[in-house]
């Protein structure tokens, strides 16, 4: 299996939340209540593990993608793209955040040099 790296986690976040925005629009009956929360909780994992992987504050500018595929697939008069917008604001773009966090933070901890506490990363060497 090929692993999942900075370079193809924009893109398959991208056609992940490509399948999930189009999945919702594209329903003409209302899911289970479960169905739902799980769809839910899947999206935030995949929200949490893009920033893990990507490890940069500018990967929180890749929350606008669902929020444009939202608008891509049932249009401006749709209810869909407000919903969007509103996971978008929480806890889309903090679940990415977070995961930033929690990769820089796991560096930070991770760090072998002996005076890491004082400048806060690894010096470049």
């Known amino acids: 299996m090929h692993r999942i790296d900075t370079r193809t986690a924009p893109t398959a976040y991208i056609l992940l939340m490509a399948a999930w925005v189009f999945g919702f629009a594209h329903l003409d009956r209302d899911l289970a209540p479960?169905?739902?929360?799980?769809?839910?909780?899947?999206a935030g994992a995949i929200q949490v593990a893009l920033g893990y992987i990507l490890g940069r504050w500018a990967a929180v500018s890749l929350a606008v993608v669902p929020v444009v595929l939202a608008v891509a697939?049932?249009?401006?008069?749709?209810?869909?793209?407000f919903t969007v917008v509103v996971l978008t604001i929480f806890p889309?773009?903090?679940?990415?955040?977070l995961g930033v966090?929690?990769?820089r933070w796991k560096e930070e901890r991770?760090?072998?040099s002996p005076d890491a506490?004082?400048?806060g990363e690894r010096p470049e060497l």
Request: proline share 6%; aromatic share 22%; net charge negative.
């Open 92 to 97: 889309g773009a903090p679940f990415i955040a």
């Open 101 to 103: 966090f929690l990769r």
């Open 73 to 81: 697939a049932s249009g401006s008069d749709s209810g869909l793209w």
């Open 34 to 42: 479960f169905v739902v929360f799980a769809a839910l909780l899947g």
């Open 110 to 112: 991770d760090d072998p």
């Open 117 to 119: 506490w004082l400048y």
